[in-house]
């Protein structure tokens, strides 16, 4: 149906999972620890590196929790290893080179509209009237801005 398509992971769930995860495994060694707490940081950037250098960014910094006994963010490390660098292909989740839209953001205000619009679930034929008007609204709208006219107009109360 949508040809040519490439879905990516959500920035924000990528960062939520590696929080959640460093919570769990090694959340005191990398508040009470900077250099962790900037290897961490690394990690979570990921998705924005080249990915010719994510293997070798990720092995550097094992290398540098090795040297110095970090052996909770080691378990993370692992985690992450397993993970985003073999259970999930790098191609859904980096964005270097690649940033369009990162965000469903205006999915979710539009959705968040709709539920403020319909204070119950619509009937299909209402659903259709309201999603005819908003559009006929936004298509207004657009023509107003295209013209100069740049606010909404305000509704005249006729008594």
Known sequence: ?????????????????????KNKLCYNEVENNHKIYLLN????????INPEYIFDIYNHIKIICQIY???NFLNFLEYFNKTYLYKYDIQYWKYYNDINHITNNASESFNNYLKKLFYKKPSLYELIYHLKREE???YNNYKRKIEGVWKKKKNINKN
């Not at 149906?1 to 995860?21: A, D, G, M």
């Not at 940081?41 to 924005?48: C, I, Y």
């Open 136 to 138: 006929s609204l936004s």
């Open 69 to 71: 006994n970090y052996f």
């Open 1 to 21: 149906l949508f040809h040519n398509i490439t879905i990516k992971y959500c920035v924000w769930h990528y960062k939520r999972s590696l929080e959640v995860q």
């Open 41 to 48: 940081k690394a990690l979570t950037n990921f998705p924005f």
